[in-house]
């Protein structure tokens, strides 16, 4: 550092001294401004709950990745696909990421049921409180009307409300092809359980980019941010937040993958 009260230096020293000054200037603010992963890769996960038909919400953020080249993943509640609707199974076979796609389609259960009703005892959810061989069938079947009506594989699991039990591994170990859990329990072996950390909506359907910021900025961050969000309940409000935190996150140099894309990048040559 330099004494405040030094005798001043002469010339050549002097302009030694703006330099170095400068420099330091320099690296400071350059260091003020990096990006925040510098040096790191770091990846965002966008997790969209709640597909179940063609949808405003879903096909406005659809259009927008598309024109920013950015990748998401989107959970389907499967019985959305029994009725026979050509458009619905076109559009999700056009945004696929199989199909060169931008979207990771996942299973988000085939009804999204509270309050099951099982053998006449009522239940808290889908994969809450049911038997392991009613959360088998619900998997089995919605894996085979995606099958059907895409003529994909879902490699990605996340439960209706985030919600499961013991049963929900039991009856996942008889689906290897799914092999990554959304907000699954951390005792999981099997699937890669990617977990939550931050909150995208502030509320269910709601995003703020204040209330994103703040925890934002002041969490430490880790190397995958599984952000969820329920776009067919947003306003345009929660759109442009949306937006307005996906350009901090691309700034700040955070790299958009799906789940079966992190999971490739993580197990390399599996
Ligand atoms: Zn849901």
């Given at each position: 550092m330099i004494p405040l009260k030094s005798p001043p230096p002469n010339r050549g020293a002097a302009s030694l001294l703006a330099l170095l000054l400068l420099l330091a200037c320099a690296a400071q603010s350059w260091a003020d401004t990096a990006p925040l992963n510098a040096g790191k890769r770091h990846y965002v996960i966008w997790k969209m709950d709640d597909v179940k038909g063609l949808s405003p919400g879903f096909q406005r953020l659809a259009d927008w990745l598309a024109e920013h080249k950015m990748k998401a993943s989107f959970g389907v509640i499967c019985n959305s696909l029994e009725a026979n609707k050509p458009a619905y199974a076109d559009w999700l076979k056009k945004q696929a990421i199989e199909n060169g796609g931008l979207i990771e389609f996942w299973n988000h259960g085939y009804d999204h049921q509270k309050n099951v009703v099982e053998n006449g005892k009522t239940c808290d959810a889908e994969f809450k409180g049911t038997s392991q061989a009613f959360q088998t069938k619900h998997l089995a079947d919605s894996n085979a009307l995606w099958k059907a009506k895409t003529g994909l594989v879902f490699q990605t699991f996340g439960a209706p409300y985030n919600t499961s039990d013991a049963e929900t591994e039991k009856a996942l170990e008889k689906h290897p092809e799914l092999k990554i859990w959304l907000y699954g329990p951390p005792t999981a072996t099997r699937l890669l359980v990617l977990r939550r950390s931050?909150?995208?909506?502030?509320?269910?359907?709601?995003?703020?980019?204040?209330?994103?910021?703040?925890?934002?900025?002041?969490?430490?961050?880790?190397?995958?941010?599984?952000?969820?969000?329920?776009?067919?309940?947003?306003d345009d409000a929660s759109f442009d937040a949306f937006q307005r935190i996906a350009g901090v996150l691309a700034a700040d140099k955070w790299e958009f993958v799906t789940p079966r894309e992190y999971r490739a990048l993580m197990n390399p040559g599996k």
């Open positions: 931050l909150n995208l909506e502030c509320a269910t359907g709601t995003v703020s980019y204040e209330t994103f910021m703040q925890a934002y900025q002041k969490q430490p961050q880790g190397d995958c941010l599984v952000l969820q969000g329920h776009p067919g309940k947003w």
